[in-house]
T-cell receptor, first 113, second 113 residues
Framework: EPEVTQTPSHQVTQMGQEVILRCVPI?????FYWYRQILGQKVEFLVS????????KSEIFDDQFSVERPDGSNFTLKIRSTKLEDSAMYFC???????????FGQGTRLTVV | DQQVKQNSPSLSVQEGRISILNCDYT??????FLWYKKYPAEGPTFLIS?????DKNEDGRFTVFLNKSAKHLSLHIVPSQPGDSAVYFC????????????FGTGTRLQVTL
């Protein structure tokens, strides 16, 4: 069964460092998303990406965040200068059209120290 | 701004009985609703969805009911099994091109023997 894959599963970084979280969405999907979940809280939307551009972003997705789909298969989330409060599980998701289920990856646990 | 609410943080049900998880929403633009199951340190797994043109959708042991006038949906699991123990999130999206999912805060279901 096709699945969304994310790497790494766990990333520890020092405050102020840049991190790149990687995702390989399901191959025929057109819509891509990043979400995050701070421990014990709800899953929060960060950004959606369609047709090679950002469709929507949340207030969390400030200038420190960026997304890319560099090669038609990978979908990356970059945080330029990490803060302690960026520590969370980051989930990538994809769907093949609007108003269908989104499939989520297993997540990357980001720990900023 | 909690557009999707799950007012019960936890629920305990005996094996074999019915589990009913509830979700309320405030945004009248939402027209597609989903339920996800989530284990710790894993990504959300899609369970079942419903479009706003329907009031019920059934898939095996899982049934989702939608009451648009009350802006309320519920997930019924019959019969409940110990493997159903997890956190359940309801989510909603609107008709935007790359419409994001807005998640509720989750309900932890524990199915006891």
């Amino acid at each position: 069964e096709p699945e969304v894959t994310q790497t790494p599963s766990h990333q520890v970084t020092q405050m102020g460092q840049e991190v790149i979280l990687r995702c390989v969405p399901i191959s025929n999907h057109l819509y891509f998303y990043w979400y995050r979940q701070i421990l014990g809280q709800k899953v929060e939307f960060l950004v959606s990406f369609y047709n090679n551009e950002i469709s929507e972003k949340s207030e969390i997705f400030d200038d420190q965040f960026s997304v890319e789909r560099p090669d038609g298969s990978n979908f990356t989330l970059k945080i330029r200068s990490t803060k302690l409060e960026d520590s969370a599980m980051y989930f990538c998701a994809s769907r093949n059209r609007a108003n269908t289920e989104a499939f989520f990856g297993q997540g990357t646990r980001l720990t900023v120290v | 701004d909690q557009q999707v609410k799950q007012n019960s943080p936890s629920l305990s049900v005996q094996e074999g009985r019915i589990s009913i998880l509830n979700c309320d929403y405030t945004n009248s633009m939402f027209d597609y609703f989903l339920w996800y199951k989530k284990y710790p340190a894993e990504g959300p797994t899609f369970l079942i969805s419903i479009s706003s043109i329907k009031d019920k959708n059934e898939d095996g042991r899982f049934t989702v009911f939608l009451n648009k006038s009350a802006k309320h949906l519920s997930l019924h699991i019959v019969p409940s099994q110990p493997g159903d123990s997890a956190v359940y999130f309801c989510a909603a999206s609107d008709t935007g091109t790359a419409s994001k999912l807005t998640f509720g805060t989750g309900t932890r279901l524990q199915v006891t023997l």
